[in-house]
């Protein structure tokens, strides 16, 4: 089974033709203290079952459609005192993925993944605007049981407070391995960098786990740790993903 989670790094390989999948977040907490430029803000917050879920429509593509079920986000101004919390349903996002070479073998993988997000979301839990773009995944077999995934993503975004869009650009690194039977351990490098006036570059490292139960069912754990101080500070999740 082949998973698109948990590491950030998109997975080339495709879901069989006539097979479900459901990737999903148990719950995932996001933590962060921003002081740039004067400010002193801190911001905390609960995703409840985020989900992805697969159907394979073709031997070399499958559909996904991502649900942000449930969100709860709490936000302090310390400096003018005020605090935000916001709760409920996030955006959609459908998204196709398109297997151009190895999927079924081969040291080698590459995948296109266009995608768009439906601004769905309840209690201004996002921007309100339609926004796409266009992954790019490469999976490369690597000596001593090492896997390394390499990942481009270019997104249009529509700029805040405003009706025009800007581009961004996601790149990441990703190494994996089988440590221990079923266990298996991964470590990510994540890089966002937007076109957005005043935007700052947002840095993550990655640590995580994966145990699968069966053949059609794995969990994971981990944490993704800000570099820079427009990331947030610290995620830790649990999640699980199943096939049938």
């Not at 049981?145 to 405003?162: C, N, V, Y």
């Not at 069912?217 to 993903?241: E, Y």
């Amino acid at each position: 089974m082949s998973t698109d989670r948990p590491d950030k790094t998109e997975s080339p390989y495709t879901l069989d033709a006539g097979h479900f999948q459901c990737e999903m977040d148990v719950l995932t907490y996001t933590r962060d203290h921003d002081t740039y430029a004067g400010a002193d803000t801190r911001t905390s917050g609960y995703s409840v079952a985020p989900v992805n879920l697969k159907v394979g429509v073709l031997n070399r593509v499958d559909f996904q459609l991502i649900l942000e079920t449930w969100n709860r986000t709490r936000t302090e101004d310390r400096i003018a005192g005020i605090t935000t919390r916001q709760s409920g349903f996030g955006d959609v996002i459908p998204r196709v993925k398109l297997n151009l070479w190895g999927d079924d073998g081969g040291t080698t993988a590459f995948a296109l993944m266009p995608f768009v997000k439906i601004p769905a979301n309840q209690h201004q839990l996002g921007n309100n605007a339609v926004e796409g773009g266009l992954i790019l995944p490469l999976a490369v077999a690597m000596p001593l049981g090492f896997s390394m995934g390499l990942m481009t993503e270019f997104d249009l975004i529509r700029d805040g407070g405003a009706r025009k869009y800007h581009p961004e650009f996601i790149n990441t690194v990703t190494f994996s391995r089988d440590l221990v039977g079923s266990l298996g351990g991964y470590v990510e490098f994540f890089s966002l960098v937007s076109k957005e006036t005043d935007a700052r570059w947002i840095g993550t490292l990655d640590l995580g786990f994966t145990y699968g139960l069966s053949q059609n069912v794995q969990i994971d754990a981990g944490i993704n740790i800000g570099v820079t101080k427009s990331a947030d500070d610290l995620n830790p999740f649990l999640g699980v993903s199943f096939r049938y």
